[in-house]
Each structure stands twice: as structure tokens, then as C-alpha cells.
């Protein structure tokens, strides 16, 4: 497997099917939202998927773990990146059913076509822009440099057919404000899931599904716990995972 590695890089587990994933430690490494949200959308079988704003790859790879059928476009703006997106997908005998398009997401209906995919999926980044140290890459993953909830519903409703699935995650605080850029663009909040990190503790992140044209009526899901204690996850998150319980 070195073949694929460039100087500083390594490989990730994605505990799904052997999946490894391609990073370079400290340069857009992906978080566990992606391992959340992969598991929340669902993609299913045969589907078109797009995912916006992709970044390294991984939570496309995790939905092709999840779904071997499915074909996924990923959406990024950084070379590099996509670059290691193409590796990963090769190294992971996905190839063939992975598209990786270097643009401006803004740019991904004209390329990819209108109205043409069942599901789109995003991790944006949706922190606001603070003065908090980090780097160039860390910023423009985290923080909302060049995008925000709103124009990234608006491209994904241009990508769905009609009752295709855009799901997201988003701060849990912020939760209406996801729903309204949902709204805004003709999709309909149906599902909606929060995440702790303890049972004691206040959610922090909303996992989100919109329906492109659907009628209004909105589930709640159970509420997503990830430890039972600290180092030690709860039995779902263990499922989620594919592991026996202890953290990957």
C-alpha cells in the first residue's frame, strides 16, 4: 500500500469493509461528523450521491463501504485534496463508481447536470470566522470563509431530483437555522437527529435531512450518545463503528 503514500502521509481505518483513507496528519483530516452523518444518511443501493465540499474523501468512502452499489461524485476545491481522493479511491477498488470534480461548489450543477442525483451529502464547515490560531487548511474546513448553510442547500437542491435526500450536519444551536436554508431552497426538514457526547451533557451537533419537494411533518429522532464514559462509547456508537465498544 505505500505505493499510494506521498512523503508525511498515512493511511486511516474506516472499520468499513478494510476501507482506508489517504491523510496528510494536520491538513484536512476528516472528524467523526463524517462517520456520523455517513451512518444517518444511508445511502441506498444504486444511487447517484454527491458529496459537496468533500475534502479528503471520507465520508464518500464511507458511504461506498456502507453501499458498494452506490456511484459518488465528490465535490472539492482544493488540488491536493482531490488528488488524495483519487488514491484513496483507488486503493479502495472504487475507482470505477468515484468521481472527483476540482471546482467551486457553486460550480458542481454545470458540471455535474441538474436534478440528477437521489442523494447529496455535506460537512460543511460552520463555525464562524474567529481569530482563533490555525492554519490556512484547518480554516477553510472549519469555518465559513466561502460558504454557508444556505448557498451550499441552494446548489444541493439544484442537484436532487425530486424527492432526492440532502443531509447535513450542523451545531445543534443552530438548528433552525439549518432548517429555514432548507426551506429556503424546496426542501422539507424530515428528519432530524442531535448528538451528545455524554447522557448528562446538552447536545452540541443536529444531523439533518431535507426532502426536495416533500410535504411538512418533521421526525425527531433518539437522541445519538457517544460515551458511556470517558474513552469508552456507548454500545450504538460501538455498532456505528463496526468495533466492540472502544474507541477506533
Not at 36 to 47: N, V
Amino acid at each position: 500500500m505505500d505505493e499510494y503514500l506521498l512523503p508525511g502521509e498515512r493511511l486511516c481505518k474506516l472499520e468499513r469493509r478494510g476501507f482506508r483513507l489517504i491523510q496528510k496528519p494536520g491538513d484536512g483530516c476528516f472528524t467523526q461528523d463524517s462517520v456520523l452523518l455517513a451512518d444517518f444518511a444511508g445511502a441506498k443501493a444504486r444511487q447517484k450521491v454527491c458529496d459537496l465540499g468533500a475534502g479528503d474523501g471520507a465520508l464518500g468512502m464511507l458511504l461506498m463501504a456502507r453501499e458498494p452499489s452506490i456511484t459518488c461524485a465528490m465535490v472539492e476545491i482544493r488540488q491536493d485534496l482531490c488528488e488524495r481522493m483519487l488514491r484513496s479511491a483507488a486503493l479502495n477498488g472504487v475507482a470505477a463508481s468515484t468521481s472527483v470534480h476540482c471546482l467551486d461548489f457553486t460550480e458542481a450543477p454545470k458540471a455535474l447536470g441538474k436534478g440528477g442525483y437521489d442523494l447529496v451529502v455535506s460537512n460543511p464547515p460552520y463555525h464562524h470566522v474567529s481569530p482563533e490560531p490555525m492554519t490556512k487548511s484547518e480554516r477553510m474546513a472549519r469555518q465559513q470563509l466561502t460558504c454557508d448553510v444556505r448557498s451550499i442547500a441552494g446548489i444541493a437542491a439544484v442537484l436532487l431530483r425530486p424527492r432526492g435526500r440532502f443531509c447535513l450536519c450542523f451545531p445543534a444551536a443552530r438548528v433552525l437555522e439549518g432548517g429555514e436554508a432548507l426551506r429556503m431552497h424546496g426542501m422539507e426538514p424530515k428528519r432530524l437527529r442531535f448528538v451528545a457526547s455524554f447522557h448528562t451533557r446538552a447536545p452540541y451537533l443536529c444531523l439533518m435531512e431535507g426532502i426536495k419537494g416533500a410535504k411538512r411533518g418533521l421526525m425527531v429522532m433518539k437522541q445519538l450518545v457517544q460515551f458511556d464514559a470517558p474513552g469508552q462509547w456507548t454500545r450504538e456508537m460501538g455498532i456505528i463503528y463496526e468495533g466492540n465498544g472502544e474507541p477506533a
